[in-house]
């Protein structure tokens, strides 16, 4: 039965979703770069305060995820990837099956 299945529709899920990594992951890469080189001007330079940015952003987002709480933002999480699953199992159309 395990054997049916990754055969057949989780291989044809993970071969479909194959198609777009090479280009999620180069421009993963690419946006990574481009903060890091930002990053590393911005803090040799007396031109720019990134570390001030990125710093006081940090502090923003830790005080609203803590203001949140754990619980809340455990429900918001699962509610995310529950809703990511129910669109991979029911939301894309099926390619008809041809008999051979």
């Known amino acids: 039965m395990t054997l049916a299945f990754a055969s057949g529709g989780l291989l044809q899920v993970l071969r479909n979703g194959l198609k777009y990594m090479d280009r999620v992951a180069a421009g993963f890469i690419i946006v990574t770069g481009m903060y890091l080189t930002w990053y590393w001007y911005s803090n040799i330079s007396d031109r720019g305060t990134a570390s ?5 952003w940090h502090d ?3 005080n609203r995820l803590y ?3 754990v619980w ?3 429900i918001i999480l699962c509610a995310a990837v529950g809703a990511g699953v129910v669109y991979v199992l029911f939301g894309r159309p099926r390619e008809p099956q041809v008999d051979s």
Not at 52 to 56: G, H, L, Q
Request: charged residues 30%; without cysteine; neutral net charge.
């Open 67 to 69: 203001e949140l709480g």
């Open 52 to 56: 001030t940015k990125v710093d006081s």
């Open 72 to 74: 809340k933002l455990a």
């Open 60 to 62: 923003w987002l830790y």
